[in-house]
């Protein structure tokens, strides 16, 4: 069973969870000479993200990507990229290395082997920051999405196009390995729909259902909550 942190309000969730981040990144560094941080898109995160950007962390040596990315233009105001760049890469953080999870291209598929150049050297990654949906999705492995089951299975690729009908645009995601061997995995939600959600989740049923079981199933997940 995952370790529950709940918190009075979110700014609290948002330094606290921010300082544990740092000293996984610190430790990484320290065993390895580099770390490798994956974090999730959408408002939830901001506070977070903010908050972790000012951390004491050798950010020269950390590679940073998103969990997960809409396939629209970085100007776009969908775009998580411009997100992370506005949130968690100022400051120290700027010295960060950007793992980029989308490129230009027709379609998600047709730039997926360039994206997973700069991918490949970052895993296992050391420290996975995920959110969840009121539909326990994570990342954007959505139940029902059109190649759900392929990111779920062991020898899945990293990086995967995924299409779903509530998930707006084409998205490429990392995909259910990677949440599996990383060294260390967080849930960051807020809200009580959410919390009723993954009160759900706990219960035990398949994957396809419930994505964000992948990581569930770890008991060494954190997950942090404030209303």
Known sequence: MPDFMQYPDREIL????????????????????????????????????????GQNVEWGKVSVMLT??????????????????????????????????????????????GLMVGLNPTLPLDVVVLGMGEDMHTASLFPE?????????ENAPPLMAMRAEGAGEPRITL??????????????????AKLAALKEALFEGPETEAPIRVVLARDDTEIHYAE
């Open 145 to 153: 999405a059109d190649r759900l089951a392929e990111a779920l299975v």
């Open 175 to 192: 995909t259910a390995p990677v949440f599996r061997e990383a060294r260390a995995v967080y849930i960051l939600i807020t809200g009580e």
């Open 14 to 53: 948002a330094v606290d969870l921010a300082e544990v981040v740092a000293d996984q990144l610190i430790e990484a560094i320290e065993a390895r000479g580099k770390a490798s941080l994956a974090v999730p898109g959408g408002s939830t995160p901001k506070a977070f993200l903010q908050a972790l950007s």
């Open 68 to 113: 997960d990315e809409r396939f629209v233009d970085e100007n776009s105001e969908r775009s998580n990229t411009r997100l992370l760049k506005e949130t968690l890469l100022q400051g120290k953080a700027a010295a960060a290395r950007l793992v980029p999870l989308v490129a230009a291209g027709g379609a998600p598929e047709d730039v997926l082997d």
